[in-house]
């Protein structure tokens, strides 16, 4: 079955500078990968995602990549502020229309925005 | 329109004791996810509903846990006997399928198992 690995585990910088969020899996069946961002005691919450038909997605200060000959993909947070500490959380799925595959996570990356 | 919901939000049992947590989806969606969080851990997934039809419930740790969605929309799902490794936050999500892919994530239960 899949299996994510996240890297690293907790990332700290200064406010105004560049957050990088790595993860790889296993399966090359996964074409769906979507980035949550979790606060203490509140939902996921997504915030961008990808499909593994395209390579790169911006939505503001955030951005991810996807390389698929390498089975890995990465979030890009610029110009971080404090309210986007919080743990965020990759994951991968196989979707196919019609149906439904469940999401497998990354283990998570505690980042902290230091003002 | 409302979001995920998900009842109680907090739930203490004592060992041995049956728990049953609901989640109410966003109207209109197929599918419905239920996924447990430990402390620390990213979500791991239980089972999976399309409509009432559960067709995945592979990661579902024993027969202990048992789900149900009998009219495809509220789901219940159910821990017989609880034990302390049950312990978690238990997470609903909620996806229309036709035209997204994105799971929509409820608030939560957190189940205590003394």
């Known amino acids: 079955g899949e299996n994510v690995e996240q890297h690293p585990s907790t990332l700290s910088v200064q406010e105004g500078d560049s957050a990088v969020i790595k993860c790889t899996y296993s399966?090359?069946?996964?074409?769906?990968f979507p980035w949550y961002k979790q606060e203490l005691g509140k939902r996921p919450q997504l915030i961008i995602d990808?499909?593994?038909?395209?390579g790169e997605k911006k939505d503001q200060r955030i951005a991810v990549t996807l390389n698929k000959t390498a089975k890995h993909f990465s979030l890009h947070i610029t110009e971080t502020q404090p309210e986007d500490s919080a743990v965020y959380f990759c994951?991968?799925?196989?979707?196919?229309?019609?149906?439904?595959?469940?999401?497998?996570f990354g283990k998570g990356t505690k980042l902290s925005v230091k003002p | 329109g409302a979001g995920v919901s998900q009842s109680p939000r907090y739930k203490v049992a004592k060992r041995g004791q049956d728990v049953a947590l609901r989640c109410d989806p966003i109207?209109?969606?197929?599918?419905l996810f239920w996924y447990q969080q430990a402390l620390g851990q990213g979500p791991e997934f239980l089972t999976y509903?399309?409509?009432?039809?559960?067709?995945?419930k592979s990661g579902l740790p024993s027969d202990r846990f048992f789900a149900e969605r009998p009219e495809g929309s509220v789901s219940t799902l159910k821990i017989q006997r609880t034990q302390q490794e049950d312990s978690a936050v238990y997470l609903c999500?909620?996806?229309?399928?036709?035209?997204?892919?994105?799971?929509?994530f409820g608030p939560g239960t957190r189940l205590t198992v003394l």
């Open positions: 999500a909620s996806s229309l399928v036709r035209d997204t892919d994105t799971q929509y």
């Open positions: 399966d090359s069946a996964s074409n769906y």
């Open positions: 990808i499909r593994s038909n395209v």
């Open positions: 994951a991968a799925s196989n979707v196919v229309r019609g149906s439904q595959g469940n999401l497998i």
């Open positions: 109207s209109g969606h197929v599918s």
């Open positions: 509903f399309q409509n009432e039809a559960q067709l995945d």
